[in-house]
Nanobody, 116 residues
């Protein structure tokens, strides 16, 4: 059983910053990718950022230059530093893990609210 637990969400004014954290535990069988997604009310789930085992990163167009994904040395904790937040960044943010077997796991989500 694999568990992903997010933390760090909250409410912030436009232009502010938040840092999300996600920790993975359980029988992971090797992490392939970890990523962040988000889902705003009435919208589908949107990919935000990804980090590979080699440390390579990639970002969605709407967050590139404002958000930074990183991880700790264990590789099981991933962070999302969110700067210059906008009201349109308001969403539930989900941590996602794909293991080397191609299995996908999701966290329960953490709410981020950006007020104008």
């Amino acid at each position: 059983q694999v568990q992903l637990v997010e933390s760090g969400g909250g409410e912030v004014q436009a232009g502010g910053s938040l840092r999300l954290s996600c920790v993975a535990s359980g029988n992971i069988f090797g992490i392939w990718h970890m990523a962040w997604y988000r889902q705003a009310p009435g919208n589908g789930r949107e990919w935000v950022a990804r980090i590979t085992p080699g440390g390579g990163t990639d970002y969605g167009d709407s967050v590139r230059g404002r958000f930074t994904i990183s991880r700790d040395n264990s590789g099981k904790r991933v962070f999302l530093q969110m700067n210059s937040l906008k009201p349109e960044d308001t969403a539930v943010y989900y941590c996602h893990l794909t293991n080397v077997r191609g299995q996908d796991y999701w966290g329960q989500g953490t709410q981020v609210t950006v007020s104008s």
